[in-house]
């Protein structure tokens, strides 16, 4: 790193997963319990992105690393403002979460693994995405016919034998353990 990183107190919750794996309904809830406990949260979710400063892109290889890369640096700048930000991407490629780790300071980057089994995401299908895209009228979907990489070591690993709640639980046990906040408005 050459330029100067300045946390003050932010850090990032990086969800990653399947579309469809439940990223944005837990990462609502970690945002929820961090803002009652009078955390600065703010949460960037990739397809609330997508309809602005990454509507260029497309799901290519190329237009996903784009598209994590932009995200990653606006997160930068919100972390860098004393914020804690938690972003729910699909963010298929390990590159790309590296890419994002490593622009924060070691232990204020937590990496949120969803860890839903695609029959489990397309039986969901809450957005109609997976059969368009078996259908062949959505082209380059993660784990149809784009790959998605699995975290090897992310800091939190969430199935779905979790509850929402559950897994938002364990998400801000994780956050309270690595003494990222106060602990105390948090029980
Ligand atoms: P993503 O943001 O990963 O695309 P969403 O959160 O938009 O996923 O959708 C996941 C869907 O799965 C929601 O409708 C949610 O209510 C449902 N769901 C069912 N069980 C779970 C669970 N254990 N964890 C997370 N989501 C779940």
Do not use: C
Not at 21 to 33: D, F, N, P
């Amino acid at each position: 790193m050459t330029q100067p990183r300045d946390d003050r107190h932010g850090f990032v919750v990086w969800f990653t997963g399947l579309s469809g794996a439940g990223k944005s309904t837990i990462a609502a809830l970690v945002e929820a319990r961090l803002r009652d406990a009078g955390v600065l949260v703010y949460n960037l979710d990739g397809d609330d992105v997508r309809r602005g400063l990454n509507r260029d892109l497309a799901y290519t290889d190329a237009d996903r690393v784009e598209s994590i890369r932009r995200i990653s640096e606006v997160t930068r700048l919100m972390v860098n403002a004393g914020l804690v930000v938690i972003v729910a991407a699909i963010s298929p490629f390990r590159e790309g979460r590296q890419y994002a780790r490593d622009l924060f300071h070691p232990g204020t980057f937590i990496e949120v693994h969803v860890d839903t089994p695609l029959e489990v995401a397309e039986a969901r299908d809450t957005k109609g995405l997976y059969r368009a895209a078996r259908e062949g009228r959505l082209a380059n979907f993660t784990g149809i016919d784009s790959p998605y990489e699995a975290p090897l070591e992310p800091e939190v690993r969430v199935t779905i034998s979790s509850t929402p709640d559950d897994a938002a639980g364990a998400i801000v046990e994780a956050i309270l353990a690595r003494g990222l906040v106060a602990d105390t408005p948090l029980q």
